[in-house]
């Protein structure tokens, strides 16, 4: 797998605790939406992130770091790409991606940071007029911290098979949407899921019950993709 170096184009706060870091590579890195890449701290310490787009004419790379206080495995490379302007990365990674001839009903099911994966799906099945349904589920603690709440809302009224359904585990008094679990959310709307695919990215735990919920809801494991496959 190439190593790329990248020039360290923009850090900006998405939230008070995840960053948008925008990268432009010395050389194109080939991808497709949905794989990943590391970030290439030392000669044995390679830190995978999802990729946030799918690719652009330009090349330029677009991650979505969470980086609260105490998590050092996101804050050092935030740290380093701040220090030195500069980063070398190795992908595009991982098999949890689009295909090109997707044209089945499909969710899209993200917990947290999870949406930069999910987000890049989007945009390469938006590029094209839809030919199913796609459906967005969005799981957060807060409203606050869904960065892309008017973006996606603002996408679902202008594409009429597409759907955003946000979901906050803490809401204030006047949420009138749904709360709690993200994937409980696809469970109560979606009483048979055998004929969509699945693309889920959050917490390992998150999708080992997805896997065993959604399979018991009809979903056929073919069907269902994310990185955190290869590993649970």
């Not at 925008?22 to 991808?31: A, C, D, R, T, W």
């Not at 098999?95 to 999910?118: H, N, P, W």
Request: hydrophobic share 40%; glycine share 8%.
């Amino acid at each position: 797998m190439q190593i790329i170096q990248c020039k360290v184009e923009k850090v900006e706060a998405l939230t008070n605790t995840i960053k948008r870091v925008v990268l432009i590579p010395e050389h194109s890195l080939n991808f497709v939406a949905g794989q990943y890449l590391q970030v290439v701290m030392g000669k044995d310490d390679k830190r995978p992130f999802s990729i946030a787009n799918a690719p652009r004419k330009d090349g330029t790379i677009e991650l979505h770091i969470g980086a609260e206080p105490g998590n050092h495995y996101s804050g050092q490379v935030i740290e380093k790409m701040l220090k030195d302007k500069s980063i070398q990365v190795e992908g595009g990674l991982g098999k949890a991606c689009l295909s090109q001839t997707d044209t089945q009903a499909t969710i899209l099911l993200a917990g947290g940071t999870g949406f930069s994966y999910v987000y890049s799906i989007l945009q390469q099945i938006l590029s094209q007029p839809l030919q199913a349904p796609v459906i967005l589920y969005w799981g957060t603690r807060t409203l606050n911290d869904m960065y892309a709440f008017e973006e996606l809302t603002t996408l679902a009224n202008q594409h009429p098979l597409f759907t955003f359904i946000p979901v906050i585990e803490t809401p204030e008094q006047d949420w009138a949407g749904k709360t709690g679990w993200v994937h409980k959310a696809v469970l109560e709307d979606i009483a048979d899921l055998s004929t969509y695919q699945v693309f889920v990215a959050g917490r390992f735990e998150m999708a080992k019950v997805v896997r065993d919920d959604f399979t018991k809801q009809g979903l056929q494991m073919s069907n269902l993709f994310g990185d955190a496959y290869a590993f649970i």
